[in-house]
């Protein structure tokens, strides 16, 4: 039992559960299904580099905002 404790308390000094943000993982997800219904083909990853790093994927400036003003 110690070694677990030990695996459990190593994992939360790591802060492992911390490096991934599932609520915006989870926001990135919606977007993309929901401006997906309007006809967008923005991708998940392509709305994550818009969105997080700025990067405009290739694609119309129209699924661009639409997938921009839906926040």
């Known amino acids: 039992m110690s070694r677990l404790n030990n695996l459990i308390a190593e994992y939360k000094a790591l802060g ?4 991934i943000n599932y ?3 989870y926001l990135y997800s919606i977007i993309t299904y929901s401006t ?9 990853i392509e ?3 818009l969105f997080d790093e700025g990067i405009s994927p290739n694609k119309s400036m129209g699924e661009q905002l639409m997938n921009l003003f839906i926040i």
């Open 16 to 19: 492992i559960s911390e490096q």
């Open 23 to 25: 609520d915006k993982i």
């Open 36 to 44: 997906a219904i309007e006809g967008s083909t923005v991708t998940e």
């Open 47 to 49: 709305n994550q580099l």
